[in-house]
């Protein structure tokens, strides 16, 4: 068991306050803060503490994998096969999927074959992994996240009251599926800029509308497509978040995102947990790279359920997040002052993350750890009898292990 220290990411999007505040660093931060990556991808791994030094997890574990991993390590190739996140959302994130496990391999080997550097800003492919990924809000959090029933979304271009969209509308309607979705889409998302700049004032008018004649019940959505207009003015991924779900979580409550699933996060801050890759194929609402036609390539089109994962029970003060992911799970643990140590249960190597209080991390045999807000550890799959403690008030972790669990 080892101190882990987290990547710190600074995006356009992140936020100057709520990392810092976490960390107890000064605040504002001088630059917007996105996330803290705690994990082994080779674009920014945690810094480990061993024995006064400091190692990069990503050389630590790469060092001596059997010992680090256990039995997973073939099965992932000798690598952490999960990465854990804090991320601050200040401002929207692009609109964006992820690849497929074979669309993944595929696309980087392509990519290797054209010699793009893998730091190259055009680059969509910076590993061979797919990104099946996990949100669990800290705060209130807004998302888009996988196209919307279409009847829901024929009803929603139709409370706007905009006749410039009645072509889609009855397209919508009439086709009310995924290739309904993928036509609709694909049009708004190619719309030439002048056609464009023609459409989307009239549909921010029938925002404004809407909301001005009092009506709630797509509020939410008339709201965000606004200011999502404001961000990214003449944007066409304002358009396609029209087909998007609006979702909004609550504290403890979880988002899966499986490959395909277009998405885009809109504010708040929450620990993401996902394979360990960096693949994103982006379609607007940012000024880094956008591959439409590759996109188009890996989404998937066929309606989404709300995809909110609830935390479930198991025991007095731990919570689990079930996922299909092979290659993550995530527990969340509410500690109470003054009780007796838990038991931190895992699969393989975890990282166990404090997102509030102080716990000190008890190893049978070994030393104690004693970790703060932003603060992790490193559990080798060697260490065993892991438990946790508050200190001094109640605590919040989050432990990440391999999945299977």
């Given at each position: ?8 990411r600074?995006y356009?999007?992140g936020s ?5 505040e976490l ?6 931060s001088?630059?917007?803060?996105a ?5 082994a991808?080779p674009?920014d791994?945690?810094?480990?503490h ?8 990503l050389e630590?574990?790469?060092?001596d994998p059997q010992?680090?991993?256990g039995a997973?390590?073939p099965?992932?190739g000798g690598?952490l096969?999960f990465?854990l996140?804090i991320l601050?959302?200040e401002?929207?994130l692009?609109l964006q999927a992820?690849?497929?496990a ?11 074959l ?7 800003p ?10 099946p990924e ?9 998302a888009?996240?996988g196209?919307?029933d279409?009847?829901?979304?024929v009803?929603?271009l139709t409370?706007l ?5 009645k ?8 086709q009310?599926?995924?290739?309904g ?6 049009t ?6 002048a056609m ?5 004032p009239?549909?921010?008018?029938g925002?404004?509308?809407y909301?001005?004649?009092g ?7 008339a ?5 999502l207009?404001?961000?990214y ?10 087909l998007i ?7 403890g ?6 490959a395909?699933?277009l998405?885009a996060y ?6 993401e947990?996902?394979?360990n890759?960096?693949?994103v194929l982006r ?12 996109l188009?390539?890996?989404?998937d089109?066929?309606p ?8 479930e029970p198991?025991?007095?003060?731990s919570f689990?997040?079930?996922t299909?992911a092979?290659?993550f799970?995530?527990r969340r643990?509410e500690l109470e002052?003054?009780a ?8 393989g190597?975890?990282?166990?993350l ?10 049978g045999g070994?030393?104690?750890l004693?970790?703060?807000p ?5 559990i ?9 403690q508050?200190?001094d ?5 989050f432990?990440a292990c391999v999945?299977?669990?």
């Amino acid at each position: 068991m080892h101190e882990l220290v987290g990547a710190l990411r600074s995006y356009a999007w992140g936020s100057r306050t709520v990392l810092a505040e976490l960390c107890g660093r000064p605040v504002p931060s001088a630059h917007p803060e996105a996330e803290l990556w705690f994990g082994a991808h080779p674009a920014d791994p945690a810094q480990v503490h061993i024995d006064g030094r400091t190692e990069s997890l990503l050389e630590f574990v790469a060092a001596d994998p059997q010992r680090q991993l256990g039995a997973v390590a073939p099965e992932f190739g000798g690598r952490l096969p999960f990465l854990l996140k804090i991320l601050a959302a200040e401002e929207p994130l692009s609109l964006q999927a992820h690849p497929s496990a074979a669309q993944a391999r595929a696309g980087f080997e392509q990519e290797n074959l054209q010699r793009v550097p893998l730091d190259s800003p055009m680059r969509n492919y910076r590993d061979d992994s797919h990104k099946p990924e996990l949100v669990v809000a800290l705060n209130r959090f807004e998302a888009l996240a996988g196209f919307r029933d279409p009847h829901r979304t024929v009803a929603l271009l139709t409370a706007l009251a905009v006749p410039e969209l009645k072509q889609y509308i009855e397209l919508l309607a009439a086709q009310p599926d995924s290739s309904g979705l993928r036509t609709v889409f694909t049009t708004w998302i190619t719309l030439p800029q002048a056609m464009l700049d023609t459409l989307l004032p009239k549909v921010l008018d029938g925002c404004v509308h809407y909301l001005a004649e009092g009506h709630d019940e797509f509020t939410p959505e008339a709201r965000t497509i606004l200011e999502l207009a404001e961000a990214y003015p003449g944007d066409a991924g304002v358009l396609a978040a029209l087909l998007i779900n609006r979702i909004t979580l609550e504290p403890g409550q979880g988002l899966f995102l499986a490959a395909g699933n277009l998405h885009a996060y809109l504010n708040g801050v929450g620990v993401e947990i996902m394979a360990n890759s960096d693949n994103v194929l982006r379609g607007g609402l940012t000024p880094k790279h956008v591959d439409v036609p590759e996109l188009l390539r890996v989404l998937d089109f066929e309606p989404l359920a709300l995809p909110i994962v609830t935390a479930e029970p198991v025991g007095d003060c731990s919570f689990r997040y079930r996922t299909p992911a092979t290659e993550f799970a995530l527990r969340r643990f509410e500690l109470e002052a003054g009780a007796e140590p838990t038991p931190i249960p895992r699969t393989g190597p975890g990282i166990i993350l404090c997102t509030a209080g102080t716990v000190r991390l008890l190893q049978g045999g070994g030393d104690d750890l004693v970790i703060t807000p932003g603060g992790a550890a490193w559990i080798s799959a060697a260490d065993t009898d892991i438990r946790a403690q508050a200190v001094d008030g109640a605590a919040q972790l989050f432990c990440a292990c391999v999945g299977g669990e």
